[in-house]
């Protein structure tokens, strides 16, 4: 049976969430909130801890899993050095949304990298997760608490959906800030590159530490053959109903196409809309609302049987571009 404990974000219950604590000590598996989405963590250090998270997620065991850390100073355990780029990062944006890749200490067991020399660590911006990493007295790896290939959790019932009675306990403290993962950056090379992008976008980073490199890939899949960042391989953040993503122009084009294949249509908009669909939902006008709500809209329609999904797009500016980098992932056709 999952423990499920439902922990104030504000104002955290800190017996509560030495419960939490004591799984991860004894090598067990927690699902447990961040400010991007919920994560499924295990200690860091332990090789069979690890090997749960794969399992009850059904990840393939070459994409590697980010480390959280509460300290700046855990970092030094988990890396052979700290570049000052690195520290230039670390100080503009952690707490927050920003994973770095740097080359790992002898310490990281190769499970949690998929046997790379190169380990993916960041500090979640959240109180309850920083508490939960501090009171294990241990890193915590952890992917996004989805089984893999679905879409992301931004709420406590997505991972209870995908793993209650699976994993040792899961933390309820509501809907994620942001909703969509870190911004992922790759370190270990003559320029710094961006792999994943996220709510740091690359104008933030570019303020901090001068030109990077913007991956080539980076909205496809299986683009290479040893990712080294989460999201680069596989196909990922995907409802179990086809995926359309359409520009605000060609929404009714896509509507009219769906609605000749299948019966059961929605669409996800960004403000209200008269589409003669079953189902629509309004994901909101604002681009950091829209990117909030778009794992729980899949999530939604998804529960509702629909059977296309249309989602609009948005411009591929700011925080859209990572909006438009999941959507076009999990997209099964670009109206």
Request: hydrophobic fraction near 40%.
């Amino acid at each position: 049976m999952t423990l499920i404990l439902k922990i104030d974000s504000e104002k955290p219950d800190g017996d509560k969430i030495l419960k939490a604590a004591e799984f991860i000590r004894k090598g067990e598996v927690v699902a447990f909130p961040t400010e991007t989405v919920y994560g499924l963590g295990a200690d860091a250090m332990n090789q069979e801890a690890i090997k749960k998270i794969f399992i009850a997620k059904r990840r393939p065991l070459d994409n590697p899993l980010i480390i959280h850390i509460s300290r700046v100073e855990q970092m030094y355990r988990l890396v052979e050095e700290v570049p000052s780029v690195a520290k230039k990062l670390m100080e503009a944006f952690w707490p927050g949304p920003l994973t770095i890749i740097l080359k790992k200490s002898s310490e990281v067991p190769p499970e949690a990298t998929a046997g790379l020399n190169t380990v993916a660590i960041r500090m979640p911006d959240h109180k309850v997760a920083l508490q939960l990493i501090e009171f294990s007295s241990v890193p915590i790896a952890a992917p996004s608490a989805n089984l893999s290939g679905k879409p992301s959790p931004t709420k406590a019932e997505h991972a209870i959906e995908d793993f209650y009675s699976k994993i040792a306990c899961i933390i309820d403290s509501g809907r994620c800030r942001i909703g969509l993962e870190s911004t992922v950056m790759l370190l270990t090379e003559d320029k710094p590159m961006i792999l994943r992008p996220g709510a740091v976008t690359i104008e933030e980073i570019e303020k901090v530490i001068g030109n990077v490199e913007f991956n080539s890939n980076i909205s496809k899949t299986s683009a290479v053959d040893k990712p080294v960042s989460p999201g680069m391989k596989y196909r990922h953040y995907a409802p179990e109903a086809k995926l359309w993503l359409a520009s605000e122009d060609r929404l009714e084009e896509a509507v009219r196409e769906a609605l000749k294949v299948k019966k059961k249509v929605g669409v996800i908009t960004r403000g209200e809309k008269n589409l003669q669909v079953a189902e629509v939902f309004n994901a909101g006008p604002d681009m950091e609302e829209y990117a909030s709500n778009i794992f729980a809209a899949l999530r939604y329609l998804d529960g509702r049987g629909i059977e296309i999904i249309i989602a609009e797009g948005v411009e591929e500016t700011g925080i859209g571009v990572a909006i438009m980098n999941r959507l076009k992932k999990a997209a099964t056709r670009i109206v």
